[in-house]
């Protein structure tokens, strides 16, 4: 045991799982003892599905060094299909669990097609270029997800893009009815279960960083060429990076997704991709536990100033600067690290002085 | 056999540097290898063999297109005229990842190096061909993940320790000196176990003793792993003491072939580097 605990690696990916459980637990209490209220109680599901996408979209961005922008939209496909899935098989599989996980795998492998389809142009571009692809990407699927009619009856799934052509016999009802988006949907969520998908994207996550396959995602970012010149294929592994990163993406927008009674597209819409890119920026690129930490704070931060009405977007910016400046900042790094040596010096001079007078 | 063996071409009997090598098929076969950017032709009617454990030099001054010809080789750029053939087959077409896995590896003249990963992870990438473990293993850490990192790790550690380079395992590579950088490409070169190995100006940025020891593990290099070596070096200490053929380029066509003695009192040779005698001097 001891072993392991010397090995880096192994001890960053166990304090990683540590701290999600621990602050699970003390959720659960605290949720158990009346100590939370509703509304705080309403953001645990999203928050562990917006972990999950700042996890995931860190695989991309902080281990294979790709810009995405349209994150958001693989995390619609997995909501919409989940949403889908679940009302088609809510009279096959009876058990409510079994079903959101069934749900979750299904919106998972759409999203993860849906990557690999749009990756296979997307990747043939880099940097910057890559950037605006995966943005226009993100767009269009949100459009087509407001276009998009699904209905349900005695026949099975009736699908079209234009609300007249979904005719339905009696007894069906719509799933997805264009702009308005899903409604009646079955709420399946639980925090629990959300907190064993976070697990089950790190797990993933950090499992494929420490294999050979991760370190030649790592190479790839670091040295394009170098990585060629030892007989890796770059493409393949930008697209396996782009797939899992797209396909845990999904899955957490299937657990978003079936934690509403009603979803529009317009919630996976850029913003919603630039705000998980925050996320993981601020973490730390690469640092998947920073992106975990930073993701539960932040998007809990907004909310919880709520009461401050118009100043709360102000002060929502003034922290992402703090946290950027200690981050990242040279200066201000070395200016922190004097002053807790001063303050240290002190303390020891104290503590001498005090032995002294003794 | 091999997915490549329908391109197998039948290769010359050539004369070789080396007593060793006779009577093999050479390891490289280059035949009148050309490549022009534009208007402007870089390199021309290169041709040239290389035994399977020969150390050649390509040497010529600046722009002469040496690392042009590294680029051809490793399918960096493909060639406008001419073949090369790796182990008896023609790389025609394939990409770099391709030629490497057929047997060539190589190293930089600007270092490139994963800089943000451990000396030995960089080592571990170069071996990515030689683990066996399949994604879904890797994905799942299950036992065959644990036994072929064991294994990778233990044979990345005997290759940083046959560099010399064991103590460094586990620095970030960005941050080692210039020379170690230089000995862990070579390192993470060799661990793609390739059949010849091309090094880019290994020396450049060593000083004399540095450079004394390259010499020294360039040949240790060959005499273990039983590799042909080519390299591209100005140093003509280090080239002259450890090539058995050297090949002069200039303006991208080959001035001048032959063994270190050859080359040093060959007049074109002597000309390219130092100009041409004045009439009036004579």
């Not at chain 2, 590294?70 to 406008?80: G, I, K, W």
């Not at chain 2, 380029?249 to 270190?260: D, E, L, M, R, S």
């Given at each position: 045991?001891?072993?392991?605990w010397?090995?880096?690696?192994?001890?960053?990916?166990l304090?990683?799982?540590l701290?999600?459980?621990?602050a699970f637990?003390?959720?659960?209490?605290?949720s158990?003892f009346?100590?939370l209220?509703?509304?705080?109680?309403?953001?645990?599901?999203p928050?562990?599905?917006?972990?999950?996408?700042?996890v995931?979209?860190?695989?991309l961005?902080g281990?294979?060094?790709?810009?995405?922008?349209?994150?958001?939209?693989?995390?619609?496909?997995?909501?919409?299909?989940?949403?889908?899935i679940?009302a088609?098989?809510?009279?096959?599989?009876?058990?409510?669990?079994?079903?959101?996980?069934?749900?979750?795998?299904?919106?998972?492998?759409?999203?993860?097609?849906?990557?690999f389809l749009?990756?296979?142009?997307?990747?043939?571009?880099r940097?910057?270029?890559l950037?605006?692809?995966t943005?226009?990407?993100g767009?269009?699927?949100?459009n087509?997800?407001?276009n998009?009619?699904?209905g349900?009856?005695?026949?099975?799934l009736?699908?079209?893009?234009?609300?007249?052509?979904v005719?339905?016999?009696?007894?069906?009802?719509?799933?997805?009815?264009?702009p308005?988006?899903?409604t009646?949907i079955?709420?399946?969520?639980?925090?629990?279960?959300?907190?064993?998908?976070?697990?089950?994207?790190?797990?993933?996550?950090?499992?494929?960083?420490?294999?050979?396959?991760?370190?030649?995602?790592?190479?790839?970012?670091?040295?394009r060429?170098?990585?060629?010149?030892v007989?890796?294929?770059?493409?393949a592994?930008?697209?396996?990076?782009?797939?899992?990163?797209?396909?845990?993406?999904?899955?957490?927008?299937t657990?978003?997704?079936?934690?509403f009674?009603?979803l529009?597209?317009?919630?996976?819409?850029?913003?919603a991709?630039?705000?998980?890119?925050?996320f993981?920026?601020?973490?730390?690129m690469?640092n998947?536990?920073?992106?975990v930490i930073?993701?539960?704070?932040?998007?809990i931060?907004?909310e919880?100033?709520?009461g401050l009405?118009?100043?709360r977007?102000?002060?929502?910016?003034?922290?992402?600067?703090?946290?950027?400046?200690?981050?990242?900042?040279?200066?201000v790094?070395?200016?922190?690290?004097?002053v807790?040596?001063?303050?240290?010096?002190?303390?020891?001079?104290?503590?001498k002085?005090?032995?002294?007078?003794? | 056999?091999?997915?490549?063996s329908?391109?197998?071409?039948k290769?010359?009997?050539?004369?070789?540097?080396r007593?060793?090598?006779?009577?093999k098929?050479?390891?490289?076969d280059?035949?009148?290898?050309?490549?022009?950017?534009?208007g402007?032709?870089?390199?021309?009617?290169?041709?040239?063999t290389?035994?399977?454990?020969?150390?050649?030099?390509?040497?010529?001054?600046?722009?002469?297109?040496?690392?042009?010809i590294?680029?051809?080789?490793?399918?960096?750029?493909?060639?406008?005229r001419g073949s090369?053939?790796?182990k008896?087959?023609?790389?025609k077409?394939m990409n770099t990842?391709?030629?490497?896995?057929?047997?060539?590896a190589?190293?930089?003249?600007?270092?490139?190096?994963?800089n943000?990963?451990?000396?030995l992870?960089?080592v571990?990438?170069?071996?990515?061909n030689?683990?066996?473990?399949?994604?879904?293993?890797?994905?799942?850490?299950?036992?065959?993940?644990?036994?072929?990192e064991?294994k990778?790790?233990?044979?990345?550690?005997?290759l940083?320790?046959?560099?010399?380079?064991a103590?460094?395992?586990?620095?970030?590579?960005?941050s080692?000196?210039?020379?170690?950088?230089?000995r862990?490409?070579?390192c993470r070169a060799?661990a793609?176990?390739?059949?010849?190995?091309?090094l880019?100006?290994p020396?450049?940025?060593?000083?004399?003793?540095?450079?004394?020891?390259?010499?020294?593990q360039?040949?240790?290099?060959?005499?273990?792993?039983?590799?042909a070596?080519f390299l591209?070096?100005?140093?003509?200490?280090?080239?002259m003491?450890?090539?058995?053929?050297?090949?002069v380029?200039?303006?991208?066509?080959?001035?001048?072939?032959?063994?270190?003695e050859?080359i040093?009192?060959n007049?074109?040779?002597?000309?390219?580097?130092?100009?041409k005698?004045?009439?009036a001097?004579?």
């Open positions: 045991m001891k072993k392991l010397n090995n880096k690696t192994t001890r960053t990916n304090t990683t799982y701290v999600v459980t621990v637990v003390v959720m659960q209490l605290m158990s009346g100590q209220g509703s509304a705080m109680k309403g953001y645990l599901i928050v562990c599905a917006y972990i999950v996408m700042a995931s979209l860190n695989l961005v281990v294979c060094g790709e810009l995405s922008l349209g994150h958001a939209g693989f995390m619609g496909i997995g909501a919409f299909t989940g949403i889908v679940a088609l098989l809510q009279d096959a599989i009876p058990n409510d669990t079994l079903l959101l996980v069934v749900a979750m795998f299904a919106g998972g492998i759409m999203a993860g097609i849906f990557g749009i990756g296979i142009p997307a990747l043939r571009l940097g910057d270029y950037a605006i692809v943005l226009a990407f767009e269009i699927l949100k087509i997800f407001s998009l009619y699904v349900l009856d005695s026949e099975g009736h699908m079209a893009v234009s609300t007249g052509k005719q339905l016999l009696e007894g069906g009802r719509m799933i997805l009815d264009g308005v988006g899903a009646g079955t709420k399946l969520s639980t925090f629990p279960m959300g907190f064993v998908l976070i697990l089950f994207t790190l797990f993933v996550v950090l499992n494929l960083i420490n294999s050979k396959e991760g370190r030649a995602i790592k190479a790839v970012r670091d040295n060429i170098a990585t060629e010149s007989g890796i294929n770059v493409t592994f930008r697209m396996k990076a782009f797939v899992v990163s797209a396909f845990l993406a999904g899955m957490a927008g657990l978003f997704g079936l934690n009674s009603s529009q597209a317009s919630k996976f819409n850029f913003n991709s630039i705000n998980v890119l925050v993981v920026v601020l973490g730390g690469g998947i536990l920073g992106s930073s993701t539960a704070v932040l998007y931060l907004p919880a100033m709520r009405d118009d100043l977007m102000i002060l929502y910016a003034v922290v992402l600067i703090i946290v950027m400046l200690f981050t990242w900042s040279p200066s790094k070395n200016a922190v690290q004097s807790t040596a001063s303050v240290q010096e002190k303390l020891r001079k104290n503590k002085e005090a032995v002294n007078n003794e | 056999m091999n997915e490549y329908r391109k197998m071409i290769v010359s009997s050539v004369n070789l540097f007593e060793q090598d006779a009577g098929p050479p390891v490289l280059v035949r009148n290898l050309g490549i022009d950017f534009g402007l032709t870089a390199v021309d009617g290169f041709n040239m290389i035994g399977p454990t020969e150390i050649s030099g390509l040497i010529g001054p600046n722009g002469a297109g040496k690392t042009t590294f680029n051809l080789l490793t399918s960096v750029y493909q060639p406008t090369i053939l790796l008896g087959i023609d790389t077409g990842a391709k030629v490497n896995k057929l047997g060539i190589r190293t930089f003249q600007n270092i490139r190096l994963f943000d990963m451990t000396a992870d960089n571990k990438v170069g071996m990515h030689e683990i066996k473990c399949s994604f879904l293993a890797s994905l799942l850490h299950l036992p065959s993940y644990y036994k072929s064991k990778a790790n233990e044979k990345a550690m005997e940083l320790d046959f560099m010399g380079l103590d460094i395992a586990d620095q970030k590579a960005g080692l000196p210039y020379g170690v950088q230089r862990l490409e070579i060799l793609s176990n390739p059949a010849i190995i091309l880019d100006e020396a450049a940025g060593m000083n004399p003793s540095e450079t004394a020891e390259l010499m020294h360039i040949r240790r290099i060959r005499d273990t792993f039983q590799i070596i591209i070096e100005h140093d003509m200490n280090l080239v003491n450890v090539c058995e053929g050297i090949v380029v200039n303006y991208g066509k080959i001035i001048a072939k032959g063994t270190p050859e040093k009192n007049p074109a040779v002597i000309e390219a580097y130092l100009g005698k004045k009439e001097d004579a």
